[in-house]
């Protein structure tokens, strides 16, 4: 069986003051081909569905390890077809994933929080053993991620997030309709960010991954093929009981079984 990881970007493309915004390019292209290089499936999701705006200002935003990433991205035919057609976010069966990443970018700070179906998506991918991670700005989802008793999520674990004042210098000042660094140490979170010219931070807390911007994107998908060979096998041998429990009575070894989800 093959890991899946659905990536979710923003629908925002613009901000209050009529910049033009969107997802953070190294977080979607960065973990795309780390993931994929590892056979990994990779799909894609936005708030509304279909071609999501990409952030102009960071598309050559790559350092380190990530350099070149986002042009190959813009040169691969499927890739930028599949980016093209995301999932609407509230057409998605979170069955179908083992692991949701929530791409950074300022425009997730106007919509991720805001969508109904991020909460679900959260909760459903938590509650079944998945994996959730969030670069940046897309931090703004676990904010609104509850597990089963209806306690946060963020709730006790270390993460990092995009700090809130490098949203308000973004801004000029202003505040984003969610500040996730705020709301997840509301929450009893401990956040860590690194200080200004320190490389980016990336946290692993078990099944909760996350990265402080879009500089820390191979590291989180690095520690993301990490934990999907450490807790996606149990995943993936529920989702194997749930299929031979549905498959048609009196098959026997032999017959054609039912095919997997990946």
């Keep these: 069986m093959t890991h899946s990881v659905l990536i979710v970007t923003t629908s925002t493309g613009a901000l209050p003051d009529e910049r033009e915004t969107g997802f953070d390019w190294p977080s979607?292209?960065?973990?795309?081909?780390?993931?994929?290089?590892?056979?990994?499936?990779?799909?894609f999701a936005s708030i509304r569905g279909?071609?999501?705006?990409?952030?102009?200002?960071?598309?050559?935003?790559?350092?380190?390890?990530?350099?070149g990433a986002v042009s190959m991205f813009l040169s691969d035919?499927?890739?930028?077809?599949?980016?093209?057609?995301?999932?609407?976010?509230?057409a998605v069966?979170?069955?179908?994933?083992?692991?949701?990443?929530?791409?950074?970018?300022?425009?997730?700070?106007?919509?991720?929080?805001?969508?109904?179906?991020?909460?679900?998506l959260a909760a459903a991918t938590w509650e079944r053993g998945g994996i959730l991670a969030a670069i940046g700005a897309?931090?703004?989802?676990?904010?609104v991620a509850r597990d089963a008793q209806d306690h946060a999520v963020a709730a006790g674990r270390s993460v990092t997030c995009l700090p809130d004042e490098d949203v308000r210098a973004a801004l000029e000042g202003e505040d984003a309709p969610v500040m996730p660094?705020?709301?997840l140490r509301a929450q009893g979170a401990r956040v860590w960010t690194a200080a200004p010219g320190e490389e980016a931070h990336v946290i692993e807390d078990g099944r909760l991954i996350t990265g402080q911007d879009g500089r820390a994107a191979a590291g989180v998908a690095l520690q993301l093929l990490d934990a999907l060979d450490i807790y996606a096998?149990?995943?993936?041998?529920?989702?194997?009981?749930?299929?031979?429990?549905?498959?048609?009575?009196?098959?026997?070894?032999?017959?054609?079984?039912?095919?997997?989800?990946a």
Excluded: C, M, N
């Design 28 to 43: 979607v292209a960065v973990p795309y081909w780390r993931l994929r290089e590892a056979g990994v499936r990779v799909g």
């Design 50 to 67: 279909g071609k999501p705006p990409g952030d102009p200002a960071t598309a050559a935003e790559e350092e380190g390890d990530q350099i």
């Design 77 to 90: 035919e499927r890739a930028v077809e599949a980016l093209a057609h995301s999932h609407r976010l509230a």
């Design 93 to 120: 069966d979170p069955d179908d994933w083992t692991a949701v990443l929530f791409a950074g970018g300022l425009g997730a700070l106007w919509d991720i929080a805001a969508e109904p179906a991020t909460e679900r």
């Design 138 to 143: 897309g931090a703004a989802a676990l904010t």
């Design 181 to 183: 660094e705020s709301r």
């Design 233 to 261: 096998p149990a995943v993936l041998r529920e989702e194997a009981a749930e299929e031979e429990a549905a498959a048609p009575a009196g098959q026997e070894d032999g017959d054609a079984p039912t095919a997997p989800r």
